[in-house]
């Protein structure tokens, strides 16, 4: 069925939208974020790609709102209810410290003490009732919450994932006095234990659900506004998608939506690459995401800790963020130590090049001054600053405490930042046990593809794969998406202790549960997977390890089996003498929707012309080198440059450091071979 597709990503500056035609044609779309209404630069995006919202069969989109109102604190006001003798679990925490060494640092829960009210009832950790629940009181405190003026409440009660009865009277009970829909009970959102994470994953999910229901409720109706009748597709922070009618149900699992839909590109560009290994690496102006895919699939984590004291463990795909992007200050501190981020100079001032303000030199300051960025074809510049200006602040500020030249300065700099994000690579392939040899780097962002040949060569991995659009592969995750539910049980039990039957019952509800929500959007489900995994531990032990469980009705013997190799894999050690513990199930149902042929991204109308189009001087490894220059959009398939060489783009700038080879493939990759 031919229809029109938009998959649209709101970044913190810019809103990419890639558009599918009904004849298969791509139309790129890259405007400023509005950042009082995002909507407004979502609808901006589609004009500037030439079409309409009635136009549009399909829109899928990923927003940084949630993420953004975490982070600078710009959330709902929250009501907390929970068990008496618990309205400070959220304060306490795991006994850890914003810094860890000197007492200084600040915690702000979500929910402040004075919103956080406690009722009689209690359930062990079997789920029996020690004692009832006092329903007047959680009358009472709703209603008083209701006076302090909170908009948004949480029903959070000890062992409801054992037995969430206390917790589903008390819901029934606030749902008909509180004058919205916006009441989180925390079994409902995850029911697993512990219950400080399960604490903080629902007070996030009621904080960031106001904030997000007002958004997709502006954008739906600003788009209805202009003729468009389908119901929106949103990112969540798993690689999935969900109806924008749920969304804002379990509004903290669209944290994290725009790191994981640049994943779920790379994803589906391995795929139709003939490759299974990648190393993500996305390289904006402000911080840097890596992330792994091994065998195909993207690496996902219950586990993330989106700020200090705000662990949500919802399954996100596993990214890990390091404070080094273009923006990214280098000088040196007080102590005498050289230092780039984290932090940063953002979009104002900005590096000293942008002409806003900046005047501390920047990672992208370093590269222009080593002859790596055109100063021509700088985006965001709003006046434009002369090159000796750069030049300068790099010897002055840098160079001159130091003992170094202006280009070992502006070098250091861009090695000291490679060093903060060869230590986040290593962080999710070396210390998991995978062999980054056994990987190619997969650069994307705006700055990625810079960076990308000399960080390949200092962890040691043969190969990088610059996709064709690399400046806005955020905005091709949104339309290579499927649609995707997770569920997750605690059982908390000795392995011997559970009978196979129940393993299977409550895998078989899970199941049923995700697939009524991915099968109710049939029209984009081309088939459905089920996936089934437990998390274990051995007896005595904190951390988990995820096992595969390829059926529901396996026996005790096989799953045993089945974590031994699995912690054997990762540890290389054997246990045979300590029980194993069965902690969670879980299960994952994901709707695939139909392929995106990323060949689409290539204009074949653009291929005309010479490719390479002149040589500029290039500073790499200590030395001045002559570089080949050459337009990205004029290399056709079979390609090969030998750096030294800088390839150029709309959207990004890609390095050829010598010693490295690239080759354009089908597809219109770039396959830069690296020598050690």
Known sequence: MSRITAGIDVGGTFTDLLLQDADGRVRLAKVPTTTANQADGVLAAIAAAGSSPAALDLIIHGTTATTNAVLERKLAKVGLITTAGFRDVLELGRRTRPNPYGLKGTFEPLVPREWRREV????DARGAVVIPLDEDAVAREVRALLAEGCEALVVHFLHAYANPAHERRAGEIARSLWPNDYVTLGHELLSEFREYERGTTAAVNAAVQPVLDRYITRLQSQLAAQGHRRELLVMNGNGGTVPARLVARQAAKTVMSGPASGVMAAAATL???????????DMGGTSTDVALIAGGVP???AELSIAYGLPIHLPMVDVRTVGAGGGSIAGIDRAGMFRVGPESAGSLPGPICFGRGGTRPTITDANLVLGRLDPA???AVRDAVPMETVRAAFAAQIGAPLGMSLEQAAEAT?????????????????????????FCLFAFGGAGPLHAVALAREIGIPMVLVPARPGLTNALGCLVADLRQDAVNTLNRGLDDISAEE?????????????????????????????????????????????ALPRIDMTRAEIQAAFESAYFARFQVQLPEIRAVLVNLTTTVIGRRRAFPLSALLDPAARVGEARVGERDLYAEGAWHRATVWQRERLAGGARIAGPAIIQQADATTVLEPRSEAVVDAIGNLRITVQP
């Open 120 to 123: 009689a009832e209690r359930m």
């Open 271 to 281: 795929a139709q690459s003939g490759l299974r290994n990648a190393i993500t690496y």
């Open 299 to 301: 690496e996902v984590s």
């Open 377 to 379: 074809r700088l985006l």
């Open 414 to 438: 861009l090695r000291l930042a490679n060093v903060h994000m060869s230590g986040a690579i290593r962080m999710v392939s070396l210390s998991r046990g995978h062999d980054p040899r056994d």
């Open 503 to 547: 393993i299977t019952q409550t895998l078989a509800a899970q199941r049923d549960r995700a697939l009524a929500v991915v099968t109710a959007d049939s029209a984009e489900v081309e088939r459905t997977d089920v996936l089934h995994a437990a998390d274990m531990q051995f007896r005595g032990q904190t951390h988990l390890i995820r096992v």
